[in-house]
Structures are given as structure tokens and as C-alpha cells.
Nanobody, 122 residues
Framework: VQLQACGGGLVQAGGSLRVSCAAS????????VGWFRQAPGKDREFVAA????????YYADSMKGRFTISRDNAKKTVYLQMNSLKVEDTAVYSC????????????????WGQGTLVTVSS
């Protein structure tokens, strides 16, 4: 499966933004998809993930209540809605896919898309 993240941009603190992860491949709906982010000088960190059916979602603690992950398998797209953005949310956001059980570590994911930059200004 091939992935491509898009939708990043510049937003003011407190604002909202939705990034998308578009996939190609016939078996996209069998993959678990996660969002990760990497800020300058920092390690890549887990943001959120969603099961293949969309029935199970989970988030990093700092994103709970602010971010929402969802998917539309008919469109082969996973979304990350980000609300109440903070300056510290500034990072390159990337999506990744895997089969099997849920995971929050980058090394557990097999397929990665090119990231999209989200910049939150104060």
C-alpha cells in the first residue's frame, strides 16, 4: 500500500486543521493506520491510530480530546482532525500502515507516506 499525507499548513494557536492520508492499493481496508509526528530536533512520536474497520481508535495522552482520527475506506483515506492547536503541535505529520494488532511505535509500521508540515503560530 502507498500512502500520501496532505492538508498541512499554517494555523494560529487555538485553531483547527484537518490532515488527510490518501492510500492506493486494493487491500487498504485491511490495514491499521497510524499518525505520527516529528518536530525539529525531536524523535518521531505517536499521535493516533485507527483499526482497519474504524471501530477502534486510540490516541497519545496529549492529543486526547483535541485530535480525532477517522477513516473512509471507500475513499481509501484516513483523516486527522486537530482542534485547539498549540504551538508545540508544530511538526511534520506522517501516516503509516500495518496489518495485525494495534501499535504505537513507529518500528511496528510497515508502510509510510511522505509527511505534511503543520505549523502553529502564537
Amino acid at each position: 500500500v502507498q500512502l500520501q499525507a496532505c492538508g498541512g499548513g499554517l494555523v494560529q494557536a487555538g485553531g483547527s486543521l484537518r490532515v488527510s492520508c490518501a492510500a492506493s492499493g486494493r487491500t487498504f481496508d485491511s490495514y491499521h493506520v497510524g499518525w505520527f509526528r516529528q518536530a525539529p530536533g525531536k524523535d518521531r512520536e505517536f499521535v493516533a491510530a485507527i483499526s482497519w474497520s474504524g471501530s477502534v481508535t486510540y490516541y497519545a495522552d496529549s492529543m486526547k480530546g483535541r485530535f480525532t482520527i477517522s477513516r473512509d475506506n471507500a475513499k481509501k483515506t484516513v483523516y486527522l482532525q486537530m482542534n485547539s492547536l498549540k504551538v508545540e503541535d508544530t511538526a511534520v505529520y506522517s501516516c503509516a500502515a500495518k496489518q495485525g494488532l494495534r501499535a504505537t511505535t513507529p518500528s511496528s509500521y510497515d508502510y509510510w507516506g511522505q509527511g505534511t508540515l503543520v505549523t502553529v503560530s502564537s
